[in-house]
């Protein structure tokens, strides 16, 4: 059982990894257990979830089940 | 109608527009805009990255919005990502139309969108190593133009 969090753009470097295997379940319990400093970059205002490759307008409540990736999108410059 | 490809590699942008011209020639008009690396300053390289389920499917998206918005022929996109050297083509967008302005107005809207809507993250290396480069400002009043 396990689900992933990806970590995109500068986030990257902040984890110190592009993605991260951890236990299903609430977000809010994930974050918890995640280094501080790293939390709360992942929780910054301009920061985009996307759950299985769908934009979540409201993240909150999220609960991640077994296979779930949720990324973590700051914003964009491409192009 | 609409051709919309994400490369890891290189691409010839002369011989994807001659592709692309042959393919329409019902057009009046062809409008492309090619974007490359900079040579600049102390960058060494540039890397473009892009998140799988959503980079894509969000460019092709971006192209079935312009061919609803304007009278196309047809649209090409092709982008990198991954590491690049200076000169080295980053995007190339081509709108085909029966007249210019659709052409014109789908090729500025696309690169719009592509900057600063598409899902690519930005880094240059410079002798002092690799740092993230942070949106424009004027990216997102550009893209807002088009309501």
């Given at each position: 059982?396990?689900?992933?969090?990806?970590?995109?753009?500068?986030?990257?470097?902040?984890?110190?990894?592009?993605?991260?295997?951890?236990?299903?379940?609430?977000?809010?319990?994930?974050?918890?257990?995640?280094?501080?400093?790293?939390?709360?970059?992942?929780?910054?205002?301009?920061?985009?979830?996307?759950?299985?490759?769908?934009?979540?307008?409201?993240?909150?409540?999220?609960?991640?089940?077994?296979?779930?990736?949720?990324?973590?999108?700051?914003?964009?410059?491409?192009? | 109608?609409?051709?919309?490809?994400?490369?890891?590699?290189?691409?010839?942008?002369?011989?994807?527009?001659?592709?692309?011209?042959?393919?329409?020639?019902?057009?009046?008009?062809?409008?492309?805009?090619?974007?490359?690396?900079?040579?600049?300053?102390?960058?060494?390289?540039?890397?473009?990255?892009?998140?799988?389920?959503?980079?894509?499917?969000?460019?092709?998206?971006?192209?079935?919005?312009?061919?609803?918005?304007?009278?196309?022929?047809?649209?090409?996109?092709?982008?990198?990502?991954?590491?690049?050297?200076?000169?080295?083509?980053?995007?190339?967008?081509?709108?085909?139309?029966?007249?210019?302005?659709?052409?014109?107005?789908?090729?500025?809207?696309?690169?719009?969108?592509?900057?600063?809507?598409?899902?690519?993250?930005?880094?240059?290396?410079?002798?002092?190593?690799?740092?993230?480069?942070?949106?424009r400002a004027e990216?997102h009043s550009?893209?807002?133009?088009?309501?």
């Open positions: 059982m396990s689900a992933k969090l990806v970590f995109l753009g500068r986030l990257e470097d902040v984890a110190g990894t592009p993605d991260l295997d951890v236990e299903p379940g609430p977000l809010e319990a994930l974050l918890a257990r995640l280094d501080p400093a790293l939390a709360v970059e992942l929780l910054g205002e301009r920061v985009r979830l996307a759950l299985n490759g769908r934009l979540l307008n409201d993240p909150g409540g999220i609960v991640l089940a077994d296979g779930d990736e949720l990324a973590f999108l700051p914003p964009v410059s491409g192009g | 109608m609409q051709n919309v490809r994400l490369l890891a590699e290189a691409f010839d942008p002369a011989a994807e527009l001659a592709t692309f011209t042959a393919a329409h020639p019902n057009a009046g008009g062809i409008v492309s805009f090619l974007g490359q690396v900079r040579a600049e300053g102390d960058v060494e390289a540039l890397e473009l990255r892009h998140y799988g389920p959503m980079t894509l499917p969000g460019m092709q998206a971006l192209a079935a919005e312009a061919a609803r918005r304007w009278a196309l022929d047809g649209l090409l996109i092709v982008h990198r990502h991954g590491a690049m050297g200076p000169g080295d083509p980053i995007v190339l967008v081509a709108a085909a139309s029966r007249h210019r302005r659709d052409a014109f107005a789908a090729a500025d809207f696309a690169m719009d969108h592509l900057k600063s809507e598409s899902w690519f993250w930005k880094r240059e290396k410079t002798a002092a190593g690799w740092h993230w480069i942070e949106p990216d550009d893209k807002a133009r088009w309501g």
